[in-house]
């Protein structure tokens, strides 16, 4: 596998599930990152992991818990989600979260009934 | 406020039928502004970074300019394998901190 890699790359789930989205890259970056894609509206920045640790929450619900065991490894654990949280969720990485550009996986598109 | 806008929000061109997708921006500390091609169902692809005003990037048919206050991405004669949505991001830097600013994309639909 290269590049950035997601699963699953579709997830169904009702608001009392729990299920997790995994994200993992295999170009040797520093950092990791969650975004939430919504129909028309731009990308959102949800969590910043640099170095496995955690750099920036964008006052994201506590419904979304991320998880980044190493740097090439990222988790967004899903609990009690709402209609509204459905959407492409899309992880990056980059170098490091200072300077470089961000290479995208292919996203999970959650559907939330 | 930091803010990034593109226009426009849908394009239709005929097969051959060049012009020009705008990213206008309003960040301080601007760091680097990126253009980035997304398909549906996928994530966003990375097509070119440009850091300084004046500079210029080519790939195949796309080239990205930028000034202090917006890039444009121009297409030439495009294909219709080069319809998909186009999406602008600045990163700044404010206060010892970087962040990523998105625009909300143009789609672009390339008739045969």
């Known amino acids: 596998e290269t590049g950035v890699t997601q699963t699953p790359r579709h997830l169904v789930m009702g608001m009392t599930n729990k299920k997790s989205l995994k994200c993992e890259q295999h170009?040797?970056?520093?950092?990791m990152y969650w975004y939430k894609q919504s129909a028309k509206k731009p990308l959102e920045l949800m969590f910043v992991?640099?170095?496995?640790?955690?750099?920036e929450n964008n006052s994201v619900p506590s419904r979304f818990s991320p998880e980044c065991p190493n740097s090439s490894h990222l988790f967004l654990h899903l609990h009690t989600l709402q209609p509204e949280d459905s959407a492409l969720y899309l992880c990056?990485?980059?170098?490091?979260?200072?300077?470089?550009?961000?290479?995208f996986g292919p996203g999970t598109r959650l559907l939330v009934l | 406020e930091d803010q990034v806008t593109q226009s426009p929000e849908a394009l239709r061109l005929q097969e051959g039928e060049s012009s020009s997708l705008n990213c206008s921006y309003t960040?301080?500390?601007?760091?680097?502004l990126f253009w980035y091609r997304q398909d549906p169902g996928k994530g966003p692809e990375f097509l070119f970074t440009?850091?300084?005003a004046g500079e210029e990037k080519e790939k195949e048919r796309l080239k990205a300019t930028l000034t202090k206050k917006e890039s444009f991405l121009h297409i030439t004669a495009p294909k219709p394998e080069d319809s998909a949505t186009y999406l602008c991001?600045?990163?700044?830097?404010?206060?010892?901190?970087?962040?990523?600013?998105f625009g909300t994309g143009t789609r672009l639909k390339v008739l045969a």
């Open positions: 990056a990485s980059s170098q490091d979260p200072s300077w470089e550009t961000q290479y």
């Open positions: 170009l040797g970056h520093n950092a």
């Open positions: 992991y640099n170095f496995k640790e955690q750099t």
């Open positions: 960040v301080s500390g601007l760091r680097g």
């Open positions: 440009l850091y300084s």
């Open positions: 991001a600045v990163q700044a830097a404010t206060s010892g901190t970087y962040k990523y600013i």
